[in-house]
């Protein structure tokens, strides 16, 4: 896709927005490869898959391999568990649930930017939250923590995208608008997909627990697959499956659905698939819900 979309840039310069946008996308791939590296399932040797993880999010995204880990790790620790899950604390761009949205209810900023939050999800927030991982939290943690691998991926990503603008003649700010650009479909191809799987689903309370196997059937839900689905989440439509089992190669998770679903139904769990645009329309009707609530306060 990056061979594709950088064709498009230099022989049809008049395509630029649809270039632009397949190197968004392939960013965004980039996430979803980096992702199942980090759980090594990639090659099954630790080391390797670390190196892998640690290239591709770099070259691909230009954030921090090792960030990532140490913050997912606590996530599939405890799916959707209040003060557990570090995905649920996301003030103040969004708010995925009530309970979270209520710390930002005293300062006015922010209740009017989480009002907006079912508009601006897609298009700005993501953006906004890539733009802070790559400029300064995953920046800051590859220098305190001396990650030299690390640190020289996400140089070289920024050099090869220098030489890009350089070779293609256009200015500093025209080469930083198509940076913007690209990254929007990138950023937001990875945290809406993301959302699907969790933030409309109820969250636990941090005083309360619930064994492995409830966080995976209560806490997460499956994408119904389709050959498009399971390409653009990166087989991570397989959320129930993916929890269960976090280091299985993901190109296996459909074989294992009937096992799991007939374990849930054995012992009296939901096995929750829906389908993408009905996942997408209760992901988005949540965002609009805690918007109204940190408005009218109901």
Not at 11 to 26: E, T
Not at 95 to 113: C, P
Not at 231 to 248: I, T
Request: proline share 4%; charged share 15%.
């Amino acid at each position: 896709m990056h061979a594709i979309g950088l064709y498009m840039l230099f022989s049809l310069p008049m395509l630029w927005p649809i270039a632009l946008a397949i190197l968004g996308v392939a960013e965004g791939r980039c996430g979803w490869w980096m992702h199942e590296a980090g759980h090594y399932s990639v090659t099954g040797i630790r080391w390797l898959d670390i190196k892998i993880q640690e290239l591709l999010y770099g070259l691909g995204d230009g954030m921090s391999a090792s960030w990532w880990r140490s913050q997912h790790n606590k996530h599939h620790a405890t799916p959707q568990k209040h003060h557990y899950d570090v995905d649920l604390e996301t003030l103040p761009l969004v708010a995925f649930n009530k309970v979270i949205a209520r710390r930002g209810k005293k300062s006015a900023s922010v209740r009017r930017w989480v009002s907006w939050q079912i508009y601006l999800f897609g298009p700005v927030t993501c953006s906004l939250v890539a733009l802070y991982w790559q400029l300064f939290l995953h920046v800051r943690h590859v220098v305190r923590t001396r990650r030299y691998t690390e640190g020289a991926a996400i140089l070289c990503r920024w050099i090869a995208v220098g030489v890009i603008c350089h070779n293609l003649h256009v200015s500093l700010w025209k080469g930083l608008g198509g940076v913007l650009f690209a990254q929007a479909f990138g950023a937001a191809s990875i945290f809406i997909n993301f959302a699907l799987n969790h933030t409309h689903l109820p969250m636990l309370p941090k005083d309360q627990h619930a064994h492995f196997v409830e966080y995976a059937a209560v806490y997460t839900m499956d994408v119904t697959p389709s050959w498009f689905v399971t390409w653009f989440m990166g087989y991570l439509n397989f959320q129930v499956e993916h929890h269960l089992f976090p280091s299985m190669p993901q190109f296996r998770f459909a074989q294992l659905v009937p096992r799991v679903r007939q374990l849930f139904e054995e012992n009296g769990f939901k096995y929750d698939s829906r389908p993408y645009i009905e996942s997408l329309q209760a992901t988005f009707k949540n965002l609009g819900d805690v918007a109204t609530f940190m408005v009218t306060g109901d």
